[in-house]
């Protein structure tokens, strides 16, 4: 079966072929993005110096703020991990609790189920001490939390710099449903390239 393009005059063809590839193209960077991989950037301290942020913004110690890509089908194959750096949607409570609501990244510390405490900047997961070898001391805080339980469906997430993370132990635990995607990449500033 021929084309019917071929009737075109050349010219035309040759700005038809263009103007398809390019809408193809914009095509499947939107799909990607919407249901695969999508990028951020740190805005705040709370996970220094995992993800730096840029000064002068309060206890951010970079020029430039790191870039993120998270994987958004990977939850869709896989339940959330205690360790992830994850992309989340936050709950109302944040807005008030942290001055700024929208999308975060932190990392999921309990899961489901599980009871979570705090006590001088340790942190306890059903009563054991968690081991966290990416808080470094001088970032932990000497807060107490009580005991809570995780409901079932939602994961509890905090900062890698306990100092300055307003987290889950302020606005609560994130259901399932507003979990974006898993952190899988540092893409910016070129010196901080790396897979997470």
Known sequence: MRSPLRRLPHRVRILVDWALTVAVAVG?????KAWVVNPYRIPSSS??????????????????????????????LRDPRRGDIVVFRTPPKAL????????????????????????????????????????QDTRRDAEDWPRRRIPAGHYFFMGDNRKYSCDSRKWGAVPRADIVGEVIAT???PDRIGLD
């Open 28 to 32: 499947l960077v939107l799909a990607v």
């Open 187 to 189: 893409y910016w500033p």
């Open 96 to 135: 008030t609790a942290c001055g700024a609501g929208g999308t975060y990244v932190k990392r999921l510390i309990a899961l489901p189920g599980e009871t979570w405490s705090e006590h001088d900047g340790t942190v306890y997961i059903d009563g054991k001490p968690l081991k966290e070898p990416y808080v």
């Open 47 to 76: 996970m220094e110096p995992t993800l730096r942020c840029a000064r002068p913004a309060n206890g951010c110690e970079s020029s430039s703020s790191d870039r993120v890509l998270a994987n958004r089908l990977v939850y869709r």
